[in-house]
Nanobody
Framework: QLHLVESGGGLVQPGGSLRLSCADS?????????VKWYRQSPGEQRELVAG???????DYAHFARDRFTIPRDPAKKTVYLQMDNLHPEDTATYYC?????????WGQGTQVTVSP
């Protein structure tokens, strides 16, 4: 049973950068998991931001392409969401999701606010 913990959210100005982290609180490796980042704004549906397959493949929502990346650090057992050139419309709660063996795990989310 994973207990995913996201961190790294906060307040940033437009054009700024943030790096979100996703790891298991018990330091379980995420190497075999497909890990995705989602986000949700108030009144909106949760939407996929980026995904990272266990084999190294990545996938991005159209709004994330060219601005976001989803690198893994196996040594730190962490999956990141590197977000550059942030826009006010990127303001949302960002959630980490990990899937393996038919089981899906979610973190509690981290708030990202992009504002002058």
């Amino acid at each position: 049973q994973l207990h995913l913990v996201e961190s790294g959210g906060g307040l940033v100005q437009p054009g700024g950068s943030l790096r979100l982290s996703c790891a298991d609180s018990k330091a379980t490796s995420l190497s075999f998991y497909t890990v995705k980042w989602y986000r949700q704004s108030p009144g909106e549906q949760r939407e996929l931001v980026a995904g990272s397959g266990s084999g190294g493949s990545t996938d991005y929502a159209h709004f994330a392409r060219d601005r976001f990346t989803i690198p893994r650090d196996p040594a730190k057992k962490t999956v990141y969401l590197q977000m550059d050139n942030l826009h006010p419309e990127d303001t949302a709660t960002y959630y980490c999701n990990a899937v393996f063996g038919g089981f899906t795990h979610w973190g509690q989310g981290t708030q990202v606010t992009v504002s002058p």
